[in-house]
């Protein structure tokens, strides 16, 4: 299987940026897509970014376009989440997710998808 481990959350105040980071290890030679979620207090986990193992195709929610970017590196097994114009409405717990697959192009934004789970990092965005 393969481990996840978020970092680079914080405190930062609306407008400004953070860089997440999700590296993975264990059986990191196979091919998979990654995906990043978020849940904030009292709220349902929500889908944020996706992209495929290649890094071609990528795949964001509504609310998190313009703003956000899902980029890899598959020789260094990290997976990142560049963060900008952080709003508020922005702070949760953001975990990266893992599904094996055998397509370099395919991208999942449904948490049933993934296989393979981080325990999450802070962002937390004052007004």
């Known amino acids: 299987q393969v481990q996840l481990v978020e970092s680079g959350g914080g405190l930062v105040q609306a407008g400004g940026s953070l860089r997440l980071s999700c590296a993975a290890s264990?059986?990191?030679?196979?091919?998979?897509?990654m995906g990043w979620f978020r849940q904030a207090p009292g709220k349902e986990r929500e889908f944020v970014a996706s992209g495929s193992w290649s890094g071609d195709n990528t795949f964001y929610a509504d609310f998190v376009k313009g703003r956000f970017t899902i980029s890899r590196d598959n020789a260094k097994n990290m997976v990142y989440l560049q963060m900008n114009s952080l709003e508020p409405e922005d702070t949760a717990v953001y975990s990266c997710a893992a599904r094996e697959t055998f397509s370099k192009s395919a991208h999942f934004s449904s948490a049933a998808d993934y296989e393979y789970w981080g325990q999450g990092t802070q962002v937390t965005v004052s007004s």
């Open positions: 264990g059986r990191t030679s196979i091919r998979y897509a």
